[in-house]
């Protein structure tokens, strides 16, 4: 839990307010207003940064249909112009891409130049924060059965991954080509704009401007909004949405005036730290069911991947950085010794050997525990308790939750009887599933529970009533369970059912519940 807290934190906040919102503002003012500037434009960065940041915390704290307007219209409007100024390169370029000679990194090692380059787009941490969204609105077109959704999901993925490629490849080509007319740029989006004003003079520049920037402008409000909520959500005891809000819109202004040159070179140990651990979480979770999502091989990939991660965050340090943690003899090191280091590939070797040493631990490890819910037996239980534990004992069954309690025993037998009958034939209690509604006697419950060797209770269902005052009372009853659990060591967990998605009195019972429950004393 807690590395998927830190991990969560870090790819929203590259996506965010740290990187990837003040880019949208600097993109926007690199291409819209720089070009028309002959002197410094620090003043004016920071005026069009402050107009750009009140316009998108005004719209992240009102949501608006006008920004779905804006989506529909102003996205297709730029790849029409994209698409347009890419042909017209491609039909009339300024220069053959052989006769451009390569340079820096990409004269002795183009791929992997370009594999690095390409975690500037943060397309990855994006799909990770972003592939809920899709999933979402295949269901909400009427998909329901996960085998069908997750067929839809992939295909949208290898659709946007193909159209993606293709934009690259287009704007790669004609980047290359530009290179007969202008000097390498500082930034790509200088080098759009240099584009653009070429084939279409000014006019080619205004257009690009407005849509670039509402563009940017509509993906910098759904950052914020997304952010502001998963922080929200991942911490619900610190500030509301709005307060988030407010703190990413104002991050973001101040990080924008860097510059956008600046955010680029500042983001790249951040992206060297990440993306290891992106892809190989991606590759772990679209290959999992070859090892059945075991979570060792997560855990020794991931952690031999970190370590490696370590490392190129290190390296792509800039120079002062790297000299004021005295780090450079380090990295020097580890560029002549490890293999791939020096093109920021090393950590596909230890990320190999997480994945070997995975399977190793999985293969050696404990046959895997298969429990069992003493409810569906409750009828052989309520005759022969100690005979039914030692069939399913036999079967292959080693744990087992209990659904029956009253006047202080479990199917007859004090905690200490029951917990002994159980492990003599091998069966071990770890929980209890037991409906008990709103009534009282927890206390009893709990401590009957630990005693038997549980280590939490489970609540098959509950009536929730018809009102939100109803459900805000089931919360604090929740809450109020929970604590009791707790304080006899044990967990209080709600089981849900398709009901729980239902809406009632205008909110959804599930969300309502985990946004109004602590979730230190109830989980779901």
């Given amino acids: 839990k807690g590395y998927g807290v830190f991990f969560t934190c870090a790819l929203y906040l590259t996506i965010g307010p740290l990187f990837a919102i003040p880019r949208c503002a600097a993109t926007s003012f690199t291409i819209g207003v720089e070009p028309m500037l002959t002197g410094g434009a620090v003043t004016e960065l920071a005026i069009f940064s402050v107009i750009f940041f009140a316009l998108v915390l005004f719209f992240s704290l009102r949501p608006s249909k006008i920004l779905t307007w804006v989506g529909r219209i102003i996205n297709p409007l730029f790849l029409v112009f994209l698409a347009v100024l890419v042909v017209t390169a491609l039909v009339k370029p300024v220069a053959a891409v052989s006769s451009v000679a390569p340079e820096g990194a990409y004269a002795s090692s183009a791929f992997s130049a370009g594999f690095l380059d390409g975690y500037n787009t943060m397309d990855a941490l994006a799909s990770l924060a972003f592939g809920v969204i899709v999933v979402g609105v295949i269901r909400d077109l009427g998909i329901k059965h996960d085998a069908a959704v997750a067929g839809n999901t992939v295909r949208a993925g290898v659709f946007s991954c193909v159209f993606m490629g293709l934009i690259y490849l287009a704007m790669t080509i004609i980047g290359a080509q530009s290179r007969g007319a202008f000097a390498v740029s500082a930034n790509g989006g200088i080098a759009l704009a240099d584009i653009a004003g070429y084939y279409f003079g000014t006019a080619g520049q205004v ?145 190999v050997a997480g994945l070997v040493i995975g399977f190793i631990l999985r293969a050696a490890g404990k046959k895997k525990t298969i429990g069992l819910q003493l409810y569906s037996i409750g009828g052989d239980m309520g005759k022969d308790a100690a005979g039914s534990l030692k069939k399913i004992s036999d079967m292959g069954y080693s744990t087992a939750e209990t659904a029956s309690y009253g006047d202080g025993k479990f199917y007859g037998r004090t905690p200490a009887e029951f917990r002994k009958m159980a492990e003599d034939v091998g069966i071990r209690v770890t929980g209890a599933h037991l409906g008990r509604g709103y009534d009282a006697g927890w206390e009893d419950w709990c401590d009957a529970q630990a005693a038997v060797g549980g280590k939490y209770i489970v609540l098959p269902g509950i009536d929730f009533g018809k009102t939100e005052a109803d459900l805000k009372r089931t919360c604090e009853y929740f809450d109020k369970v929970g604590a009791i659990a707790n304080a006899a060591g044990l967990k209080f967990g709600y089981h849900n059912h398709a009901h729980e998605f239902n809406k009632q009195d205008g909110y959804v019972i599930e969300n309502y519940l985990l946004e109004h429950t602590d979730p230190e004393k109830v989980m779901f």
């Fill in 207 to 351: 257009i690009l401007a407005v849509t670039v920037t509402l563009a940017c402008l509509k993906t910098a409000i759904g950052l914020v909004t997304s952010c502001a909520e998963i922080f929200r959500v991942l911490f619900p005891k610190s500030m509301s949405y709005k307060a988030w809000a407010i703190v990413f819109s104002v991050v973001s202004l101040l990080i924008t005036n860097v510059g956008l040159t600046q955010i680029i070179d500042y983001s790249v140990p951040v992206l060297m730290f990440l993306y290891p651990l992106t892809i190989t979480l991606m590759l772990l979770s679209l290959f999992g069911h070859f090892f059945d999502y075991d979570k060792r091989v997560f855990v020794s990939v991931t952690a031999f991947t970190l370590a490696a991660a370590v490392l190129d965050l290190l390296a792509a340090l800039p120079d002062g950085a790297r000299a004021f943690l005295h780090v450079n003899g380090f990295v020097a090191f580890c560029k002549e010794s490890l293999p791939l280091f020096g093109i920021g590939l090393f950590w596909l070797i230890p990320a």
